[in-house]
Nanobody, 121 residues
Framework: QVQLVESGGGLVQAGGSLRLSCAAS????????MGWFRQAPGKERLFVAGIGYGTQYGNSVKGRFTISRDNAKNTVYLQMNSLKPEDTAVYYC?????????????????WGQGTQVTVSS
């Protein structure tokens, strides 16, 4: 059974930083791309970053967020710097169906429960 558990969310002031972690179990972690998505209240779930064969970022986070993974720890990270109030959302990690990274939520088949990130102005 695949499980993804996010951690590291919280409340931070604008301009601050947070590091999210997502620990995976029940799969051969190194065989799959991992992605981060976010969803603000009343809005659609949006792609933030992915890592597999290379990395990919959403336009709104390029240059501020960095995705990385530690295959020995079955963990993917999202380092978020220069945070803005518009980054406020629930952040989800997800497992891709291969090592190819895409921005489409439908290309990810397992999801964590999410972690809240709130950026105050």
């Amino acid at each position: 059974q695949v499980q993804l558990v996010e951690s590291g969310g919280g409340l931070v002031q604008a301009g601050g930083s947070l590091r999210l972690s997502c620990a995976a179990s029940g799969l051969t972690f190194s065989n799959y791309a991992m992605g981060w998505f976010r969803q603000a209240p009343g809005k659609e779930r949006l792609f933030v970053a992915g890592i597999g064969y290379g990395t990919q970022y959403g336009n709104s986070v390029k240059g501020r967020f960095t995705i990385s993974r530690d295959n020995a720890k079955n963990t993917v990270y999202l380092q978020m710097n220069s945070l803005k109030p518009e980054d406020t959302a629930v952040y989800y990690c997800a497992t891709g169906r291969s090592l190819w990274v895409t921005a489409m939520a439908t290309d990810y088949n397992y999801w964590g429960q999410g972690t809240q990130v709130t950026v105050s102005s």
